[in-house]
């Protein structure tokens, strides 16, 4: 199996900073390729929301360039990912929290991981990014960790009514400040001929269902340039219809035949963690690590240790 991959973003209509950070690779291994791909909405009321959603971005992609070839080698198990996420998540809440209160501010962030083999798909989810598996219908992988799904699940609301409630976008829990971190981890067969996208809440706030399986379905994502473009879209629809959030999406299209390594990379994680950038290799599955510089600006430092990430 082989994979394209494409993304796309934009700062919405009133924000001033772009809060969303996301990261998409394609490895070749003894499995053959596989995909991972991660993507965060920092908190929009707290301050600092694009370096939590950053750092984040960049843990998972650690575990990608370090973790992941290892278990490609000796079999990747549902059970070994979900603790290996597991503990990214935890270690990233308590070193955000730490970073936060030095500075007398709180910051959080979602995140939403997806893993793609030739057989296989893992997700793990915080808050409400999600993940869709877009063929002849649209599927949604994940479950919004918010106060109106909540509702929706006690069967006290309709989805058309958490659509317009004032709570769709308060989260349960997210990253960075709350106590404990519980994500959601789900697992699936990988389908052939599939689109699966990872986006923030932004990108499917004022766009229906039909049109995400219209744009992004398998028969129009064939290259990356329309990949985007089509993202891109439906990115203008939303800024159109009113969406003041920042709007983020990644496109992953499965497929059978032979291509090349791709990254894509946010460009607030590029700017925060340059090793993470485009022009970063794409072969090198081991690289030199360097301590994470956990900072908005070049000289806030985390005291001490002068990283984020452990």
Same mark, same amino acid.
């Given at each position: 199996? %082989?994979?394209? *991959?494409? /993304?796309?973003?934009?700062?919405?209509?009133?924000? $001033?900073?772009?809060?969303?950070?996301? =990261?998409? @690779?394609?490895?070749?291994?003894?499995?053959?390729?596989?995909?991972?791909?991660?993507?965060?909405?920092?908190?929009?009321?707290?301050?600092?929301?694009?370096?939590?959603?950053?750092?984040?971005?960049?843990?998972?992609?650690?575990?990608?360039?370090?973790?992941?070839?290892?278990?490609?080698?000796?079999?990747?198990?549902?059970?070994?990912?979900?603790?290996?996420?597991?503990?990214?998540?935890?270690?990233?809440?308590?070193?955000?929290?730490?970073?936060?209160?030095?500075?007398?501010?709180?910051?959080?962030?979602?995140?939403?991981?997806?893993?793609?083999?030739?057989?296989?798909?893992?997700?793990?989810?915080?808050?409400?990014?999600?993940?869709?598996?877009?063929?002849?219908?649209?599927?949604?992988?994940?479950? %919004?960790?918010? *106060?109106? /799904?909540?509702?929706?699940?006690?069967?006290?609301? $309709?989805?058309?009514?958490?659509?317009? =409630?004032? @709570?769709?976008?308060?989260?349960?829990?997210?990253?960075?400040?709350?106590?404990?971190?519980?994500?959601?981890?789900?697992?699936?067969?990988?389908?052939?001929?599939?689109?699966?996208?990872?986006?923030?809440?932004?990108?499917?706030?004022?766009?229906?269902?039909?049109?995400?399986?219209?744009?992004?379905?398998?028969?129009?994502?064939?290259?990356?340039?329309?990949?985007?473009?089509?993202?891109?879209?439906?990115?203008?629809?939303?800024?159109?219809?009113?969406?003041?959030?920042?709007?983020?999406?990644?496109?992953?299209?499965?497929?059978?035949?032979?291509?090349?390594?791709?990254?894509?990379?946010?460009?607030?994680?590029?700017?925060?963690?340059?090793?993470?950038?485009?022009?970063?290799?794409?072969?090198?599955?081991?690289?030199?690590?360097?301590?994470?510089?956990?900072?908005?600006?070049?000289?806030?430092?985390?005291?001490?240790?002068?990283?984020?990430?452990?």
């Amino acid at each position: 199996m %082989d994979f394209l *991959v494409s /993304a796309a973003t934009d700062i919405g209509l009133t924000k $001033t900073v772009n809060q969303d950070s996301y =990261d998409v @690779r394609v490895y070749r291994t003894g499995m053959g390729k596989v995909v991972f791909a991660v993507i965060c909405d920092g908190m929009g009321g707290l301050s600092g929301g694009e370096i939590a959603s950053a750092s984040v971005v960049c843990a998972f992609c650690r575990w990608a360039d370090m973790r992941l070839p290892l278990l490609c080698g000796s079999g990747i198990r549902d059970d070994t990912v979900r603790s290996d996420w597991m503990d990214i998540v935890s270690s990233c809440n308590e070193n955000i929290k730490t970073y936060a209160g030095m500075y007398g501010t709180r910051m959080g962030t979602t995140v939403t991981a997806l893993l793609i083999t030739p057989v296989r798909y893992y997700i793990l989810n915080v808050g409400d990014t999600r993940v869709y598996e877009i063929g002849d219908r649209v599927r949604k992988l994940t479950r %919004d960790q918010t *106060v109106t /799904a909540r509702e929706i699940e006690l069967g006290n609301m $309709t989805e058309a009514e958490a659509e317009r =409630d004032s @709570r769709r976008s308060v989260l349960l829990q997210c990253v960075g400040a709350s106590r404990e971190v519980y994500p959601d981890m789900f697992f699936g067969d990988t389908k052939d001929n599939a689109v699966y996208m990872l986006c923030s809440d932004g990108f499917r706030h004022e766009i229906t269902e039909e049109e995400i399986q219209r744009y992004l379905n398998p028969g129009v994502m064939t290259d990356p340039g329309g990949m985007g473009r089509n993202m891109e879209h439906l990115i203008s629809l939303n800024k159109q219809r009113g969406e003041r959030d920042n709007i983020s999406a990644v496109s992953i299209r499965t497929f059978y035949g032979e291509g090349t390594e791709q990254r894509c990379v946010s460009a607030e994680t590029e700017r925060l963690y340059p090793q993470y950038g485009e022009s970063a290799p794409t072969d090198r599955l081991y690289p030199e690590w360097e301590p994470l510089q956990f900072a908005l600006e070049a000289e806030l430092a985390f005291a001490e240790s002068s990283k984020i990430i452990e």
